[in-house]
């Protein structure tokens, strides 16, 4: 058994990517969807606590894909009678963050090139599932298990510009496809 940081499933993005479902995510996007609309934005915090409890004590899996998600939404506003605010939601998913450091034990000590390629998967997979954040986390960690070193040294330094600038690369290469994607590296 899998033991989840939150009670709320991932949301599955693209084919390699996944994101937290989190509860601010989840109200803000429901409350963007009443702009415009009839419905008051308080009504929009108690629909995404329904949304909530149903993920949290409903649904079966630790997955959800945001296709689903949003269909599954849009499905109960309906039957409610809020097909405005269903037709009004944007259905851009949550940010996907990106462990470089699990990426770099995945790929085993010293495997550079299969770093690259693991990274590669989920920044394709983020940018054709329409997300318009991805947060890259843990590099000095990625670095320093991809070298096998324990101390800080001048091959970590350039393997971590080496990352940097396929991270700066594959955001200039996915702005083209989504100019308002953003890209975001914390060590």
Known sequence: MIALPQALPFIRIGSASLALCQKDW???TLTNATRGTDVPAWLAEDISRGV????SNHYKGTVIDSDELFARIEK??????????AENIDKTPPPVRISLSELARRAGTGYELV???LLQDQLSS??????????CHGIKPCVKRLVSTKKW???CDHLKDEITDFLNQARDQASTIRPEMSF????
């Open 26 to 28: 989840l109200t803000e």
């Open 52 to 55: 909530e409890r149903f993920l």
């Open 76 to 85: 109960t506003l309906s039957q409610f009678g809020l097909s405005d605010v």
């Open 115 to 117: 770093f690259f390629q």
């Open 126 to 135: 983020a940018t054709t599932g329409g997300v318009l954040r991805v947060e």
């Open 153 to 155: 040294s001048k091959r």
């Open 184 to 187: 975001m590296i914390a060590s």
